[in-house]
Nanobody, 123 residues
């Protein structure tokens, strides 16, 4: 059983930056696949980034070159650094954890979710 708490969202102007944090408790954090997803009003939840054990990463094409994902296993925390933000990045951002050893990165593949944090990018 894993509990996740996101923080770091807020209101920024286009071109600005934010860093989201997700603190995890329960289980063995260093073995989890950690993911970030986002959901804008009227749209499906979409994949943003994931960090697997051993440092393997996956980044969505829509944020490639602007967002990076990292983790600090000593703090049981995963981060999403968001640079060059655009209005279309506006969404609720969710942290998620997958505790098995399979490779899927769909929302349904992740069993634990945080409460979400709002990111709003103004133009």
């Amino acid at each position: 059983q894993v509990q996740l708490v996101e923080s770091g969202g807020g209101l920024v102007q286009a071109g600005g930056s934010l860093r989201l944090s997700c603190a995890a408790s329960g289980g063995t954090f260093s073995t989890f696949t950690m993911g970030w997803f986002r959901q804008a009003p009227g749209k499906d939840r979409e994949f943003v980034a994931a960090l697997r054990r051993y440092g393997f990463t996956n980044i969505a094409d829509s944020v490639q070159g602007r967002f990076t994902i990292s983790r600090d296993n000593a703090k049981n925390t995963v981060y999403l650094q968001m640079n060059s933000l655009k209005p279309e990045d506006t969404a609720v951002y969710y942290c998620a954890a997958r505790t098995d050893y399979k490779l899927g990165l769909r929302p349904a593949d992740f069993g634990s979710w945080g409460q979400g944090t709002q990111v709003t990018v103004s133009s």
